[in-house]
């Protein structure tokens, strides 16, 4: 914001850049407060503002919101939305558990859906445990991309969570049979200028490796007795509830925050993770635990936003 106001002339893409900067920390007042400043300084939004605003309603949880502003888009502005915008709509409602208007939504739109918005409407539905939909919508991501990894972990993910293991398998096998991979989730950390990489369950770091469990059994220890509990659903497994916790210990986040605690100094600066997947709720929660018992702020940049960690709260407001 600073370099923003000191800046000697500011374009459309300066305020994108100032509004998006507020989207990745959860900042949704401060960025619809920017957006409402640009008529006065006669600048027109353009559809990426747009786009940055409805992210923003979406990671708020701001229904009413974003749909009038999608409308204001189109209106107010006759700017014709793109896929991209209808996605995020899409995206809106799905987190809301508005599933059933989400698909009228979709079947109503003017330009045929792609598999962005399938694959949008199809996460929601795994979040709020609806099959039947979720299982319609896997079915157009099939259509439109047969090979799709994604589409099969999905489904096999959306079965196993509402205790369908043998659906989960068929649908394993199945991607197994058509030579479909899918790749590993990673984070990386910087420690004194040097990026260091985990995957799930590896043990990279061979000279770091039992430290790392050790410190990461200690965080966790100390986390349960502070009223944090293992979120075993996120392990998509037909496996028991012990070997599901060891399974989510194995996080690749899990394991670069605890390098980052035994490399770092105590009460120093921020620990940064970096995340190639969306972070799960179980790793969301105890991040905040973590925070409170390093007394850190650790900061975790997953695909969609930022996640800022400070005394045991998270800038998402827990809902990402």
Same mark, same amino acid.
């Given at each position: 914001m600073e370099l923003f106001h000191t800046?000697?002339?500011?374009? &459309?893409?300066?305020?994108?850049?100032?509004?998006?900067? =507020? !989207?990745?920390?959860?900042?949704?007042?401060?960025?619809?407060?920017? =957006?409402?400043?640009?008529?006065?300084?006669s600048i027109k939004p353009d559809e990426v503002v747009f786009l940055a605003l409805?992210?923003?309603?979406? *990671?708020?949880?701001?229904?009413?919101? #974003? !749909?009038?502003?999608?409308d204001s888009m189109r209106l107010d502005y006759q700017i014709d939305p793109s896929m991209k915008h209808y996605s995020l709509i899409v995206d809106l409602l799905g987190r809301a558990g508005r599933l059933n208007e989400a698909l009228k939504f979709?079947? @109503?739109?003017?330009?045929?859906?792609?598999?962005?918005?399938?694959?949008?409407? =199809?996460?929601?539905?795994?979040? *709020?445990?609806?099959? @039947?939909?979720?299982?319609?919508?896997?079915?157009?991501? !099939?259509?439109?991309?047969?090979?799709?990894?994604?589409?099969?972990?999905?489904?096999?993910?959306?079965?196993a969570a509402v205790g369908r293991w043998e659906d989960a398998e068929r649908v394993r096998s199945s991607m197994q049979d058509k030579g479909v991979g899918k790749g590993p989730g990673w984070s990386? &950390?910087?420690?004194?200028?040097? &990026? *260091?990489?985990? &995957?799930?369950?590896?043990?990279a770091h061979h000279k770091d490796a039992n430290e790392i469990h050790q410190k990461l059994e200690e965080i966790m220890s100390g986390?349960?007795?502070?009223?944090?509990?293992?979120?075993? @659903?996120?392990?998509? *497994?037909?496996?028991?509830?012990?070997?599901?916790?060891?399974?989510? #210990?194995s996080h690749s986040e899990k394991l670069a925050l605890a390098f980052a605690l035994i490399q770092t100094s105590p009460k120093t600066a921020p620990i940064r993770i970096v995340k190639n997947l969306r972070i799960c709720g179980d790793c969301h929660s105890l991040m905040k635990y973590a925070s409170i018992m390093s007394q850190r702020e650790i900061i975790v940049r997953d695909i969609k936003r930022f996640h800022h960690f400070?005394?045991?709260?998270?800038s998402c407001g827990d809902y990402w």
């Open positions: 800046m000697p002339g500011r374009d &459309v893409a300066s305020w994108n850049s100032l509004i998006n900067g =507020f !989207l990745a920390a959860g900042l949704l007042d401060k960025a619809k407060a920017a =957006f409402d400043q640009m008529p006065e300084k409805l992210t923003a309603c979406t *990671h708020a949880g701001q229904v009413d919101l #974003g !749909l009038n502003i999608f979709i079947e @109503e739109m003017p330009i045929n859906p792609d598999l962005v918005i399938w694959g949008t409407l =199809f996460c929601a539905c795994r979040a *709020h445990k609806n099959v @039947e939909i979720a299982e319609f919508a896997v079915t157009k991501l !099939l259509e439109l991309e047969p090979k799709h990894p994604g589409s099969y972990v999905f489904l096999s993910n959306a079965y990386h &950390v910087e420690v004194d200028g040097q &990026v *260091h990489r985990f &995957v799930a369950g590896d043990n986390a349960r007795k502070q009223g944090y509990m293992p979120g075993t @659903e996120w392990v998509l *497994h037909n496996i028991e509830e012990e070997e599901k916790e060891d399974a989510l #210990g400070k005394d045991g709260t998270c």
